[in-house]
């Protein structure tokens, strides 16, 4: 193959090289405008506090002069290789480098605000430029390539570093338990995955003993497990023994006490139960008293606005006292309720009931003065004179109600009357108050006799009588 090949290939091996590169996204001011809008931001670049620019494909930190008011940056999972141009965000907290290609802690003079720094899955083979970040507490350093004591030496000048994750790296040697004692307000650790933690005798111990702040190492550490490592470390495996038996011998004391006063507790319970009646009773505030359907406070010491309730719903019909009801403002306002609970769909007059009252009125002569008991007994000194076999007009007029409350046909019902209304009428008059008989008027009859006709063609329509 001649030269001139080679210098072509390579010549369009390079053009396909850069038309790959400049298919990549790029961090350009209408690009971070459009990602911030598609996150619910905003326009200008100076409102927005949050900018997720995660899983973009960006090769390089540009362009973010404009927003200085952000306060968590999202970078991680991108192409970086250097850190830059992320000074002028004085007020970022939170920055999240994760997933790049890093290889160096650089240009992070000016983030004096940051708090957080996640700079996990890099190629970081030392920490470095970190100890001008005086607001910094959190630092994730997991999945890098830190060896031993020296490349992370520079954490004991970060004086607020309070929790650091350097899991899953490659530190070894003793000397990186006294590199990390040296941080002096670390209180949470992660080391699982690294060699020193299994190679080192009693890392765990040393490292609690070292450190004393510390409450996390890979897992909580509690009083108890501080208070027999320290044991440890001034007397051995003995000091320790003790001091654990000690401490379990402290637990058992502790509930056997809590359970002694929790049965003193139950025995002055049992006391107060067994009082006598009249100084429980003492102990008991009066019930209040419900009197005419208002609560009357007998308790003095409670508030009448606290214990007064409405009063429930009047069921029955009664006059209402005009004087107890100050709010009414005159009598005609007072409607008595409707007699809900005592009326009796049976009490109600039927009209066919009402036509053969007034035909019973209408038999009976103006000239004769009859009395009633409510039984329908007349009163009269001669008994034969008040009624043919016991039965007189009202008492037709009875029967005839029973009838129609049985449920018997209208007609049935008037031709009951008319034989009633018979029984007490002779051929020449009705009996009187004295024995003596009267002869009616000529149209008693004939009225009587039309409207009992007027009662029967009501009720030809009706087969069976109903009192509702």
């Not at 020193?196 to 005798?201: E, I, P, Y």
Request: aromatic share 4%; proline share 4%.
């Amino acid at each position: 193959m001649s030269v001139e090949t080679n210098e072509t290939l390579n010549r369009i091996d390079g053009y396909e090289h850069d038309d790959h590169l400049a298919s990549l996204p790029i961090m350009s001011k209408a690009e971070l405008k459009k990602v911030a809008l598609e996150h619910g931001g905003y326009s200008t670049p100076s409102l927005n506090d949050t900018l997720y620019l995660h899983f973009k494909g960006y090769r390089r930190i540009e362009n973010l002069e404009e927003y200085a008011g952000l306060k968590s940056l999202w970078l991680h999972s991108n192409g970086f290789s250097q850190i830059e141009n992320v000074n002028s965000l004085k007020e970022l907290r939170c920055l999240f480098l994760q997933n790049n290609a890093f290889t160096k802690i650089e240009n992070l003079d000016g983030l004096s605000s940051l708090v957080q720094l996640d700079l996990s899955e890099n190629n970081i083979a030392c920490v470095e430029g970190l100890s001008h970040l005086a607001c910094l507490k959190t630092l994730n350093l997991s999945k890098n390539l830190l060896k031993d004591a020296e490349s992370i030496r520079h954490l004991t000048e970060c004086n607020e570093l309070s929790a650091i994750d350097l899991s899953k790296n490659q530190l070894s040697g003793e000397d990186v338990i006294d590199c990390l004692a040296g941080i002096v307000n670390v209180t949470s650790i992660n080391m699982a995955g690294n060699p020193v933690v299994s190679k080192v005798a009693y890392f765990r111990k040393k490292m609690i003993v070292g450190c004393k702040l510390l409450r996390y190492l890979d897992r909580p550490i509690f009083e108890d497990e501080r208070a027999s490592t320290e044991a440890w470390a001034k007397g051995g495996p003995d000091a320790e023994r003790e001091t654990k038996e000690r401490l379990q011998q402290g637990k058992k004391d502790k509930e056997r006490n809590s359970l002694v006063e929790f049965r003193a507790w139950q025995e002055s319970v049992r006391r107060s139960r067994s009082l006598p009646q009249d100084k429980v009773d003492a102990t008991i505030p009066p019930p209040l008293v419900i009197t005419n359907n208002v609560q009357s406070a007998v308790n003095e010491d409670i508030d009448s606005d606290d214990e007064m309730v409405p009063p429930p719903l009047v069921m029955e019909s009664h006059s209402v006292d005009v004087a107890e009801k100050e709010d009414i403002v005159s009598v005609d306002e007072i409607v008595p309720l409707p007699s809900v609970m005592e009326t009796s769909p049976s009490d109600v007059p039927s009209p066919e009931y009402e036509d053969i009252i007034a035909a019973v009125d209408d038999m009976i002569p103006p000239a004769l003065e009859i009395e009633y008991y409510s039984d329908g007994v007349q009163t009269d000194a001669n008994e034969d004179s008040a009624s043919v076999d016991g039965l007189d007009v009202q008492t037709g007029v009875q029967s005839v109600d029973e009838a129609l409350e049985d449920g018997q046909n209208a007609d049935e019902c008037v031709e009951l009357l008319e034989q009633k209304c018979s029984i007490g009428t002779s051929e020449t008059g009705t009996h009187t108050s004295d024995g003596a008989i009267a002869t009616p008027t000529s149209d008693a009859p004939n009225e009587t006799q039309s409207v009992l006709e007027k009662s029967k063609n009501d009720n030809d329509n009706c087969n069976m009588c109903s009192l509702s």
